[in-house]
C-alpha cells in the first residue's frame, strides 16, 4: 500500500507569511506525528494526534505553530508569521495502534522562509 | 532530562562490520529504535529493541541494555549503499527521541 505522503515537497515563503504543510498517513495508522529537522541534526519531536485529538502538543515551539487532524486522517501543520529561523524538513510519521508499533516517516516538506 | 549521545561520524570499508554506540537518558522508556536516513530522504525503519538483549535482522544487528542506557547497532558486510546517517532514538512516553544520528561512509 501507499506510504506517508507530505505536499508540498518543497515550500519557499517570505517572512511573516503563513504556510500550510499537509500529511496524508497510511491509511489505517490512528497515531500521526509531526517532526521538525535541522540540517545535521535528528527529527526533533512536534506534536501527537491519536485520532482527531492532539495527545501531545509539548514540542510545538511557541503559538505561532498549531496542528489539526479534523477526521483522523489527514493532517496540516500550520505556521503564522514565518521566521527565518523556521526553515527546515517538516517530518510526518504515522503509527498503527499500539505503542510499540513503528513510526513510518513520509518524505518530508522542506522549508524555506526568506 | 533527556540525552542521547552517538559519534557524529564513522568510517567504514566494503565488506567489513562496524558498530554504531548510542547511549541514551530519557524520561520514561518504552523501547529503542534505530532509524538509516540517506541524505535529502525520510527516516527509514532498521530495528526496534524493548528487551535487553540482540535482534538480529540480515546484516544488521541491534543490542540493547536498559540498565546501562546503551544500545548498538551493529553492520555486517557492508555495502556502499550502507553509507547514510543512522538514527538512534529511545520511545519515551508518547513520542521517539532523536540523537543527532552517526554518519557513516563506507569506502571501496
Known amino acids: 500500500g501507499a506510504g506517508v505522503s507530505q505536499t508540498p515537497s518543497n515550500k519557499v515563503t517570505e517572512k511573516g507569511k503563513y504556510v500550510e504543510l499537509r500529511c496524508d498517513p497510511i491509511?489505517?495508522?490512528?497515531?500521526l506525528y509531526w517532526y521538525r529537522q535541522s540540517l545535521g541534526q535528528g527529527p526533533e519531536f512536534l506534536i501527537y494526534f491519536q485520532g482527531t485529538g492532539a495527545a501531545d502538543d509539548s514540542g510545538l515551539p511557541n503559538d505561532r505553530f498549531f496542528a489539526v487532524r479534523p477526521e483522523g486522517s489527514v493532517s496540516t501543520l500550520k505556521i503564522q508569521r514565518t521566521e527565518r529561523g523556521d526553515s527546515a524538513v517538516y517530518l510526518c510519521?504515522?503509527?498503527?495502534?499500539?505503542?510499540?508499533?513503528?513510526?513510518?516517516f513520509g518524505p518530508g516538506t522542506r522549508l524555506t522562509v526568506l | 532530562g533527556q540525552n542521547i549521545d552517538q559519534p557524529t561520524e564513522m568510517t567504514a570499508t566494503e565488506g567489513a562490520i562496524v558498530q554504531i554506540n548510542c547511549t541514551y537518558q530519557?524520561?520514561?522508556?518504552?523501547?529503542l529504535f534505530w532509524y538509516q536516513q540517506h541524505a535529502g530522504e525520510a527516516p527509514t525503519f532498521l530495528s526496534y529493541n524493548v528487551l535487553d538483549g540482540l535482534e538480529e535482522k540480515g546484516r544488521f544487528s541491534s543490542f540493547l541494555s536498559r540498565s546501562k542506557g546503551y544500545s548498538y547497532l551493529l553492520l555486517k558486510e557492508l555495502q556502499m549503499k550502507d553509507s547514510a546517517s543512522y538514527l538512534c532514538a529511545p520511545r519515551g512516553y508518547n513520542k521517539l527521541i532523536f540523537g543527532a544520528g552517526t554518519r557513516l561512509a563506507v569506502h571501496p
Open positions: 530519557t524520561s520514561g522508556f518504552n523501547g
Open positions: 491509511s489505517g495508522h490512528t497515531a
Open positions: 510519521a504515522s503509527r498503527l495502534a499500539g505503542l510499540t508499533d513503528t513510526q513510518y
